[in-house]
């Protein structure tokens, strides 16, 4: 498992006018080839009356899938330059489509580069981007009379707090770099006197938001 990779937030759509032409970006996270496939598919069958559906994603830890498809464009003008604009960004597990309809004047090949690339960049953009790190979720469980130190160490530190549990003792569980556990537990022994139950739970990735480029 990748220790940090950038992917897209979610699902979304975005269009801007080019010359009359309409182009519509549609943008997904994907985690296979079949899913990709599939949302392609999808958009063109929303979109079978439109004069071209382009596509381009990019799968796998170390971008081991790449595709582009010019659906009908001059070859290399449309979903070349999506995938450029994928593997610019460094965007895994991540497929666009762009929905063009003709407005009657033509782009050229430089005009339609720039417009498919521009659709893409701009989708991305308004759908948003997050960067995926990998963390381990320690738990610690304290008496309640601890809570409010422990809690306010936390929060005013780098770690980021998954959840509270209010049991029998209070357990919290945080978020941890792998390569931070062992300062993690030290810290935490030494903010509660030794006091806490201090143990390792799953693997998983925390999402950030990362703002355009």
């Not at 801007?16 to 994907?30: E, L, Y």
């Not at 063109?44 to 010019?70: F, L, P, R, V």
């Not at 770099?177 to 006091?195: L, Y």
């Amino acid at each position: 498992m990748l220790k940090q990779y950038f992917t897209i937030k979610n699902f979304g759509s975005h269009e801007i006018i080019i010359q009359k032409s309409r182009f519509i970006a549609h943008v997904n996270r994907v985690t296979t080839e079949k899913e990709a496939q599939d949302f392609i598919q999808e958009i063109k069958k929303k979109h079978w009356d439109a004069t071209h559906n382009c596509s381009a994603y990019m799968i796998g830890q170390h971008n081991e899938i790449q595709k582009a498809n010019d659906d009908g464009e001059p070859s290399g003008t449309a979903g070349v330059p999506m995938l450029e604009v994928l593997k610019k960004r460094d965007l895994k597990d991540t497929v666009v489509v762009v929905t063009r309809y003709f407005g009657g004047i033509k782009l050229g090949a430089g005009g339609l580069i720039r417009a498919y690339g521009k659709a893409t960049s701009e989708g991305i953009n308004k759908v948003g981007v997050v960067e995926r790190i990998l963390m381990k979720v320690i738990h610690t469980k304290i008496d309640y009379t601890w809570l409010g130190k422990v809690e306010n160490e936390l929060r005013s530190s780098v770690y980021k707090i998954k959840n509270i549990h209010y049991v029998d003792n209070v357990e919290i569980e945080t978020f941890v770099k792998e390569d931070q556990v062992e300062k993690f537990k030290e810290w935490m022994v030494e903010i509660t006197n030794g006091q806490a139950d201090i143990f390792e739970g799953e693997i998983l990735y925390l999402e950030r938001d990362v703002e355009a480029n």
